[in-house]
């Protein structure tokens, strides 16, 4: 089992930057893939950023890459989502999400975070 809590969501004006940070429970968090997900209101939930459980291997939406980064830290259980050059798109509430399969993390990861607000005021 793994306990997700997410931090770091607030209201930010249009080109500001947000670091979201996801502290996770359990021995092992370094087997772990980690990602990033985000629902808008009235939207389904899409795929935001994904790393594997070492950290060396990144993927991103369209929508975000080159404007997001996720990194994990392994030592600290944490793994965090720095958002720059926000846009009012990038509104939603965004979640934390692992899997201990690396193909599932993209699209159906087995545990989640309860989530945090992200608004984008234009």
């Known amino acids: 089992q793994v306990q997700l809590v997410e931090s770091g969501g607030g209201l930010v004006q249009t080109g500001g930057s947000l670091r979201l940070s996801c502290a996770a429970s359990?021995?092992?968090?370094?087997?772990?893939?980690m990602g990033w997900f985000r629902q808008a209101p009235g939207k389904e939930r899409e795929f935001v950023a994904a790393?594997?459980?070492?950290?060396?291997?990144?993927y991103y939406a369209h929508s975000v890459a080159g404007r997001f980064t996720i990194s994990k830290d392994n030592a600290k259980n944490t793994v965090h989502l720095q958002m720059n050059n926000l846009k009012p798109e990038d509104t939603a509430d965004y979640y934390c999400?692992?899997?201990?399969?690396?193909?599932?993390?993209?699209?159906?990861?087995?545990?989640w975070g309860q989530g945090t607000q992200v608004t984008v005021s234009s």
């Open positions: 999400a692992a899997d201990f399969k690396p193909s599932d993390i993209t699209t159906m990861p087995d545990y």
């Open positions: 359990g021995r092992t968090f370094s087997t772990y893939a």
């Open positions: 790393i594997s459980s070492t950290g060396l291997n990144t």
